[in-house]
C-alpha cells in the first residue's frame, strides 16, 4: 500500500516570508515518482514538479525549491518571498513505477497574506 | 494544442437516475486517471486506464460506478443509481505512462 501525508492542512504567511510545505510518502516500490500539484481558487490543478526516486538532487525553480529526501521518505515544497499569488491548495503525490494509480495528499491550503 | 476537456461541466442529477461523465484526453496521452474531489477535500483515485485497459480500479467506491475507455482516447465515468454522497467535482487527468498529469476542468456532480 502506499500513502502520502500533508500533516500541514493549512498554513498563512505574510508576504515575502518563506514557507515549506511538508510532505511524508510511504511507498514498498523500489522506483516512484513523486509530484507536487498547485490548486488555484480558480479549481484547475497545475503540475509544478516530477521526481523519480533515483534523482535525489533537489530542484530550484525561481521562487520554488524542492527537498527529496529518500531517508526520510520526504519530499518538501519550499517557496521563497511568497506571493498573494501563491495562494492555493498544493497537493504532494506519489506514483509507483508500475500499472497502479496516483496517490494524492490531503493538500495544505496556503494563504498569502499582503 | 488541446488540454483535458470534460463534459458536461456540470450536472444537477436526482437520486437515483444513472449519470455519465466524459472525458477527452491530450492526444497520445496513454494514461488516463479518474478522481473524485469533495468540496474542501483532497483528491480520491477512482481508477486509472492505460491504454483501453484499467489495471487498477481499486478506486472505485461501489459497483455502481464503472468506466471505460475507447479508442485509447475519450473515457466515460458511469455512475448508476446516483446518490447524495455521489455529490463531488469529477476530474479527469491524462498523461504520458509515468510522467506528469494534465487535469481537465472536471465536471460538478450535483446529486439531489
Known amino acids: 500500500a502506499q500513502k502520502v501525508t500533508q500533516a500541514q492542512t493549512e498554513i498563512s504567511v505574510v508576504e515575502k516570508e518563506d514557507v515549506t510545505l511538508d510532505c511524508v510518502y510511504e511507498?514498498?516500490?523500489?522506483?516512484?515518482?513523486l509530484f507536487w500539484y498547485k490548486q488555484p481558487p480558480s479549481g484547475e490543478l497545475v503540475f509544478l514538479i516530477r521526481?523519480?526516486?533515483?534523482?535525489?538532487q533537489n530542484e530550484i525553480s525561481g521562487r520554488y525549491s524542492w527537498n527529496f529526501q529518500k531517508s526520510t521518505s520526504s519530499f518538501n515544497f519550499t517557496i521563497t518571498a511568497s506571493q498573494v499569488v501563491d495562494s492555493a491548495v498544493y497537493f504532494c503525490?506519489?506514483?509507483?513505477?508500475?500499472?497502479?494509480?496516483?496517490?494524492f495528499g490531503t493538500g495544505t491550503k496556503l494563504q498569502v497574506i499582503p | 494544442g488541446a488540454g483535458v476537456s470534460q463534459s458536461p461541466s456540470n450536472k444537477v442529477t436526482e437520486k437515483g437516475k444513472d449519470v455519465e461523465l466524459r472525458c477527452d484526453p491530450i492526444?497520445?496521452?496513454?494514461?488516463l486517471y479518474w478522481y473524485r474531489q469533495s468540496l474542501g477535500q483532497g483528491l480520491e483515485f477512482l481508477i486509472y486506464?492505460?491504454?483501453?485497459?484499467?489495471?487498477?480500479k481499486s478506486g472505485l467506491p461501489s459497483d455502481r460506478f464503472s468506466a471505460e475507455r475507447t479508442g485509447g482516447s475519450v473515457s466515460t465515468l458511469t455512475i448508476q443509481r446516483t446518490q447524495q454522497e455521489d455529490s463531488a467535482v469529477y476530474l479527469c487527468?491524462?498523461?504520458?505512462?509515468?510522467?506528469?498529469?494534465?487535469f481537465g476542468p472536471g465536471t460538478r456532480l450535483t446529486v439531489t
Open positions: 486506464f492505460q491504454g483501453n485497459s484499467a489495471p487498477d
Open positions: 492526444s497520445g496521452h496513454t494514461a
Open positions: 511507498t514498498r516500490d523500489t522506483t516512484y515518482y
Open positions: 503525490a506519489l506514483s509507483p513505477g508500475a500499472e497502479r494509480g496516483v496517490t
Open positions: 487527468a491524462s498523461s504520458l505512462i509515468f510522467r506528469e498529469q494534465y
Open positions: 521526481r523519480n526516486s533515483f534523482d535525489e
